[in-house]
């Protein structure tokens, strides 16, 4: 099971899952674009991470 801290961050996932390296939550007008960036093996830098974009409409 996932945790998050009182931030909103998460601290924990299921066995297997690798941690994302950064989560970043961007609001703009009701939509809430989720960014995810996991490293790949051997990168230096975030420019060499993978993003994973989500985005979520809230009514």
Excluded: C, F, K, W
Aim: aromatic share 4%; glycine share 6%; net charge neutral.
């Amino acid at each position: 099971m996932s945790q998050v801290d009182s931030r909103g961050q998460l601290t924990a996932l299921p066995e297997g899952i690798m941690m994302p390296d950064s989560t970043h939550v961007l609001p703009r007008d009701g939509l809430y674009d989720i960014e995810v960036r996991q490293m790949r093996a051997g990168a230096r830098n975030n420019s060499q991470s993978r993003p994973y974009r989500l985005s979520i409409q809230i009514d």
